[in-house]
């Protein structure tokens, strides 16, 4: 074992095969209810939780992160940050219902997987082995980032986890999926035209759309454009910068760079905070479409 890390136990009587039935009847039950929040479907929330279940993550003190499932507890959901992400836990709950051998941490992260690829993204490598903790380690509310920050707060909440420049630019670049909900967030719109589609939208708009600084219904102050999208001021954050900026604008040029860029940090971030054995090769899955 490594000191403060936990350290993944992958469930020896299973295989890959059994982790592709579970990525399957996700990304079925996704094509299904496609209707939810107007069209847009789940994906955009199943990449949310995974996110949201692991960035609870501190290096400083090893605590918080995807290991110990802790979402599944009222403390961590009923989070103001987790606000909506009630309706990614009840969709995966038949999920869970008919593999519970699953563990709650590999079966978020798994979710946020499967929602990438299935949105046409890249193919994101995902080990299993996270453990189920006891509600006593769930971590304090209030670990996840401030929609209102900017650029040196935003380097400076990912430094928590230990990623740099290029990794931060690249993760918000999911921000091309779903939405904001004035109900959620105190935020309303989304970020560019194709919510369900996995692309390098984000960056492309980000640099393009004529924004405007403009309070909102909530009395929150948001960036919007003429074609009804929006920005968060952290989003907005990226453009301020100039380190940033260099890699916006090089993810707005090159999806293909921006592919590479994100499943690596993607990976990294659902990872966080634990040790996987060297000999654990990662799943990669199959998409419903490449098994017709
Ligand atoms: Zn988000 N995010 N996020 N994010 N996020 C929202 C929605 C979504 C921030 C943030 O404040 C918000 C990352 C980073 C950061 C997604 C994925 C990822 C919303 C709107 C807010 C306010 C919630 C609502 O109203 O329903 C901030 C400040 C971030 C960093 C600085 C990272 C990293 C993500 C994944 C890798 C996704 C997919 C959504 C859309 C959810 C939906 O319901 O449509």
């Given amino acids: 074992a490594v ?3 936990n350290v993944a136990i992958p469930n020896k009587s299973k295989s890959i095969k059994d982790y592709q039935n579970v990525y399957n009847d996700i990304a079925e039950k996704i094509r299904e209810e496609d209707e939810f929040d107007n069209y847009i479907g789940y994906g955009p929330i199943l990449v ?3 996110w949201h279940s692991s960035g609870t993550f501190d290096k400083n003190n090893m605590t918080g992160g995807s290991f110990g499932g802790t979402m599944r507890f ?7 940050s987790n606000a909506g992400l009630k309706q990614a836990d009840e969709f995966l709950a038949p999920i869970y219902k008919k593999h519970s051998w699953i563990s709650h941490g590999d079966l978020y992260t798994l979710a946020g997987v499967t929602a990438v690829q299935e949105a046409q993204g890249p193919k994101i490598p995902w080990r299993p082995g996270r ?12 670990r996840l980032p401030d929609a209102t920050g900017d650029s ?7 430094g928590r986890f230990g990623f740099n420049d290029t990794e931060i630019v690249a993760l918000i670049g999911a921000h091309c999926l779903g939405k904001t909900h004035l109900e959620n967030s105190g935020f309303e ?14 960056f492309v708009n980000l640099l393009n759309e004529n924004w405007k600084l403009q309070k909102n219904a909530a009395g929150n102050e948001q960036y919007d454009s003429p074609k009804g999208y929006m920005m968060l001021p952290a989003d907005f954050a990226l453009r301020q910068d100039n380190k940033f900026l260099k890699l916006v604008k090089a993810y707005a040029n090159d999806q293909d760079l921006f592919f590479n860029d994100f499943a690596k940090a993607y990976v990294k971030l659902l990872e966080s905070g634990i040790h ?7 799943f990669i899955f199959k998409t419903l479409d490449e098994q017709e």
Avoid at 74 to 79: Q, R
Avoid at 189 to 196: I, R
Avoid at 276 to 282: L, R, S, Y
């Fill in 152 to 158: 040196s707060y935003v380097r400076n909440y990912f």
């Fill in 131 to 142: 453990v189920d903790q006891p509600e006593n380690t769930t971590p304090e509310n209030g």
């Fill in 3 to 5: 000191a403060g890390l």
């Fill in 48 to 50: 949310r939780i995974a």
């Fill in 74 to 80: 009222k403390k961590e959901i009923n989070d103001p």
């Fill in 189 to 202: 719109g989304p970020w560019g035209a194709a919510s369900n589609v996995f692309s390098n939208e984000f």
């Fill in 276 to 282: 996987f054995p060297a000999d654990q090769k990662p």
